[in-house]
C-alpha cells in the first residue's frame, strides 16, 4: 500500500492558464475527496467522488473547476483561467464507504499538490 | 450551519509541558470527531478519532482527547510535549457513515527546548 499519491507536487503557473492535477487513492479505498488548503487555514471541502460518481460539491467549486474520476480509480481535479486567488494546496484524500464502525469516515490524505499562480 | 472552531491560532509551550488544544463544535446531532496532524510540507495525518462510546480517547504519539457532549468541545491532551510535536494540528467533524470532513483553521504548535 503506497498510500494517497498527488501528482504534481508542485505547479507553477501564469494567470489565465489551465492546469490539471492528478490523485491516485489507495486501491481498496472507493471514496475520494479533494480539498483546498491556503495558508494559515483549514482543510476546505471541494468535491468528493464514490467510486465514479460526484457524490456532493462545494458551492467553493466554481465553474472554472471541474473533477473527474472516469473510472473510479485516479481522479483529476483541473482548473480552468486561473486567478492569483487560485494559489492554494490542493489535497486529496481517500476512504473506504463501508466497513469496520466509522472506517468510511476516516479519510487518509496525500501530500497534496501546491499552485502559485503568478 | 456546521462548523469547527479552534479559539488558539498559535500556541508556545515548553518541551516536557503539558498541552492541550481547544476544538468546539457546531453540528446538529452528534458527530464524528477527528484529530489531524499537519508537519511542514506534509499531508493531514490522522492522530484520533471519537465515534462513540468512551468520551476518552487515545490516540498516536501520546495524544488523547476527550469529547464533551455538554460543551461541544474534543479537546486535545498531551502530558509531555516533545519537540517532535511542533506541527500544525486540525480538528474536524463529520457525520456518521461517511462523507465530508470540516476542518477548523488550525493550531500551530510551536516547541521551546
Known amino acids: ?21 492528478r490523485c491516485d487513492p489507495i486501491s481498496e479505498h472507493n471514496r475520494l475527496y479533494w480539498y483546498r488548503q491556503t495558508l494559515g487555514q483549514g482543510p476546505e471541502f471541494l468535491t468528493y467522488f464514490q467510486n465514479e460518481a460526484q457524490l456532493e460539491k462545494s458551492r467553493l467549486l466554481s465553474d472554472r473547476f471541474s473533477a473527474e474520476r472516469p ?40 501530500a497534496g499538490s501546491r499552485l502559485t499562480v503568478l | 450551519a456546521q462548523s469547527v472552531t479552534q479559539p488558539d491560532i498559535h500556541i508556545t509551550v515548553s518541551e516536557g509541558a503539558s498541552l492541550e488544544l481547544r476544538c468546539n463544535y457546531s453540528y446538529g446531532a452528534t458527530p464524528y470527531l477527528f484529530w489531524y496532524v499537519q508537519s511542514p510540507g506534509q499531508g493531514l495525518q490522522l492522530l484520533l478519532k471519537y465515534f462513540s462510546g468512551d468520551t476518552l480517547v487515545q490516540g498516536i504519539k501520546g495524544f488523547e482527547a476527550e469529547f464533551k457532549r455538554s460543551q461541544s468541545s474534543f479537546n486535545l ?5 516533545h519537540w517532535s510535536d511542533a506541527a500544525e494540528y486540525f480538528c474536524a467533524v463529520g457525520a456518521p457513515g461517511g462523507g465530508k470532513l470540516i476542518f477548523g483553521q488550525g493550531t500551530e504548535l510551536s516547541v521551546k527546548p
Request: proline content about 5%.
Open chain 1, 1 to 21: 500500500d503506497t498510500g494517497v499519491s498527488q501528482d504534481p507536487r508542485h505547479k507553477i503557473t501564469k494567470r489565465g492558464q489551465n492546469v490539471t492535477f
Open chain 1, 71 to 110: 473510472k473510479g480509480s485516479f481522479s483529476t481535479l483541473e482548473i480552468q483561467r486561473t486567478e492569483q486567488g487560485d494559489s492554494a494546496m490542493y489535497l486529496c484524500a481517500s476512504s473506504p464507504s463501508t466497513g469496520v464502525l466509522g472506517g468510511a469516515n476516516v479519510l487518509t490524505f496525500g
Open chain 2, 77 to 81: 491532551r498531551k502530558p509531555s510535549v
